[in-house]
């Protein structure tokens, strides 16, 4: 790989859709393990007001 094709190559930058679904799945795995059942249900909505209420 020459010099050029280095300094051009795409680095690993995410998209702005990948940046939501990874910050999606951070909160997801962190409120479940705080005993909050979220997994993207409607449920899910209920369990969101009640961490926000507590």
Do not use: Q
């Amino acid at each position: 790989m020459s010099l050029i094709d280095r300094l051009f190559k795409k680095k690993n930058i995410n998209t702005l859709e990948e940046d939501i679904f990874s910050a999606a799945e951070w909160v997801v795995r962190a409120l479940n393990s705080s005993g909050y059942k979220v997994d993207y249900s409607l449920e899910s909505m209920r369990e969101l007001d009640r961490f926000f209420d507590e």
